[in-house]
């Protein structure tokens, strides 16, 4: 195809990519470097009888007048990214000294709400991509063994958590889950504790949320799985059967070396959607115990008195070199076969 | 898979179907338990004396005089004012699903034919467009469009849901185009049809199925979206996810589940029926671009 006919086809979906997923990364870019206006504040005299007072009271008019000046904030260069709620690297150097032991230092970095985001965001992960991808081929390995006329409908059954949307899903768990609903309660006349809830433990939510992430991701898996197990080709099993091996044997020198390119591409993607975890926090109201980097986000943003631009924006960068780092490795291995290709 | 010479113990089968029905019921057992409950009253469904009330439906019998009710649904409807969510739902999603339609089919028609270094390029940056997080882009969007003031209105959450959706969008549609044989527009340009020409008459005809899956996936997106929608779009905007959430309630004021649990079960209802009917075309679409390698 002629460049100039590929680019006059490009050119709508480029133009909106560009426009409403490349400028806003560097709309964010430049927003990390700019932190809101502080208020402008004035002394005020005030006399009466009994004598004068001084007192600091917000100067709206002079706030208002900078902030319609400079609505982007004052530059704050790399400050944002140090302070306190992100990197906090003040706070890390002093904890550094100040405690005794490597324990104790982890305890009081996790009290930073950045590091917190983020060790709840990995643990999410870790715990998450693996079991998803267990569980999706154990489920496809054995929908794959039932009669094929019964298979449409528990196909149908199985992609269901999968279809809505994660904040329904989470919902409709933690309806269940609540002391109030149907396991919760039931839990609690089991274990004799009638003040065992999700919202009393962090353990227990963190738990909720992992569970509920792989109830969420699995049917993804099972659905690439059990594409992938139609193409095994039926010769070699047949004559491993001959050879006398065992199922799992089968399994694991014929199938799994057979759709192992699918496996790296779902634990690709489903590390990129865990990465992102943040309706189920809503959904489980489980702000209280677990946050992640894209809940830090939406709270910046939701801000009720001023929305923290400045700050989301450095999280969101952070967010995104977090995600570079993890596609780096698809990235470079996908560079190389396209050179050796050429 | 039928193995000829494979024979399964009665145990394995005895195992693997206790398996299958163990994981139906974590799967869907959420989703009945939910519908169920959606008749019930609050005091009922939430119950703090015993949950069996749910089933028995002792409190909603003392404050309706039956067994089901359908007040969660009439009151979350209108009161509520769920039906102007799920208006603005529909006019998103449609907008959504025929604009990254036709912005898709062209992209990734010229990706599939182009043979050029920089299709690739393309390609992988849309790669890494589709790991972006939705709440990272938001936080780029939301000063552009208050000083733009366009913040709050469906037209610009349409836009931005077609721009995030193209990435996917484009690969799905890649894949099929690639699978499309190039000799049957090629020989239409031979006979002096333009690139557009056979791209209109030749192309368009044999690519329903792709775009009915690249379709479906874009309707997904649309319907399901929360990031976007809560935060890009003002109250009276909201499409139905956020709406659902606002019903939740907050630390200021409380909100009312039952409304909440009938709009989940309003919502969810078509998009079940949805899949139950294009199933082959969803499955088609996940494993596009997975099962070759």
């Known amino acids: ?342 | 898979m039928d193995y000829g010479l494979d024979t399964k113990s009665t145990r394995l089968k005895t195992f693997n179907t206790i398996f299958i029905i163990t994981w139906l019921l974590i799967a869907c057992f959420p989703f009945i338990w939910t519908f169920w409950g959606s008749f019930k009253v609050r005091a009922d469904f939430f119950s703090r004396s015993d949950w069996w009330y749910a089933i028995s439906a002792f409190n909603t019998l003392i404050e309706t005089g039956g067994k089901f009710t359908i007040n969660a649904y009439t009151q979350a409807w209108t009161e509520g004012e769920f039906w102007k969510a799920s208006k603005n739902t529909i006019i998103v999603t449609v907008f959504v699903v025929s604009i990254s339609l036709f912005l898709g089919t062209l992209g990734a028609y010229a990706l599939s034919r182009s043979t050029e270094k920089y299709a690739f390029w393309i390609l992988m940056a849309a790669l890494i467009f589709r790991a972006m997080p939705h709440i990272t882009l938001v936080s780029g969007y939301l000063f552009p469009f208050f000083e733009l003031q366009i913040w709050g209105i469906l037209p610009t959450t349409i836009v931005v849901l077609v721009a995030i959706n193209q990435p996917f969008t484009l690969w799905l549609l890649y894949s099929f185009f690639k699978t499309v044989p190039k000799e049957l527009d090629e020989s239409a340009l031979i006979d002096g049809c333009s690139y557009f020409q056979a791209f209109r008459h030749i192309i368009m005809p044999v690519m329903w199925p792709g775009v009915i899956t690249a379709g479906l996936f874009s309707l997904m997106l649309a319907y399901n979206d929360f990031t976007v929608t809560a935060l890009l779009l003002n109250q009276e905007n909201h499409t139905m996810v956020p709406k659902i959430q606002s019903y939740l309630g907050t630390n200021q004021h409380e909100g009312n589940l039952m409304w909440a649990v009938s709009a989940v079960v309003s919502a969810t209802a078509p998009l079940f029926m949805l899949v139950m009917f294009f199933q082959r075309q969803v499955i088609s679409g996940l494993t596009a671009g997975a099962v070759k390698g």
């Open chain 1, 1 to 342: 195809m002629p460049n100039k006919t590929f680019f006059w086809f490009f050119l709508p979906t480029g133009l909106a990519m560009i426009l409403f997923i490349g400028l806003p990364i560097i709309s964010t870019g430049i927003q990390s470097f700019y932190a809101q206006h502080d208020q402008v504040v004035k002394e005020v005299k005030k006399c009466d009888p009994f004598g004068c007072t001084v007192s600091i009271v917000v100067d709206n008019e002079t706030t208002s007048k900078i902030r319609e000046a400079k609505p982007l904030g004052k530059f704050n260069g790399f400050g944002t990214y140090t302070d306190r709620n992100h990197l906090a690297v003040e706070e890390i150097k002093k904890f550094w000294n100040e405690t005794e032991s490597f324990g104790a230092f982890v305890d009081q970095v996790n009290n930073l709400p950045f590091y917190k985001a983020l060790i709840f965001t990995l643990t999410y992960c870790l715990f998450v991509t693996p079991n998803v991808l267990l569980l999706g081929f154990i489920i496809a390995l054995s929908l794959n063994a039932v009669a094929r006329k019964i298979r449409g409908p528990l196909i149908f059954g199985t992609i269901l958590p999968m279809i809505v949307t994660p904040l329904v899903g989470s919902l409709v768990l933690f309806w269940m889950i609540d002391s109030q609903g149907i396991i919760g309660a039931n839990i609690q006349n089991l274990m004799n504790d009638p003040y065992l809830s999700l919202k009393s433990s962090k353990t227990l939510t963190w738990i909720t949320i992992i569970i509920y992430g792989i109830w969420h991701h699995s049917p993804f898996a099972f659905v690439v799985f059990y594409a992938a197990l139609q193409t095994v080709p039926q010769e070699p099993i047949e004559a491993a059967i001959i050879d006398g091996a065992s199922r799992f044997q089968r399994i694991k020198h014929i199938v799994l070396p057979h759709i192992y390119p699918v496996v790296t591409f779902v634990a690709l993607i489903s590390l990129m959607d865990n990465f992102r975890v943040f309706e189920p926090i809503i959904g489980f109201s489980a702000e209280g115990s677990a946050q992640s980097l894209s809940w830090l986000i939406y709270d910046n943003l939701v801000n009720e008195e001023v929305i923290l631009f400045g700050s989301a924006a450095a999280t969101s960068m952070m967010t995104i070199i977090g995600i570079a780092i993890l596609l780096a490795p698809v990235l470079i291995r996908t560079w190389k076969e396209f050179k050796t290709a050429r």
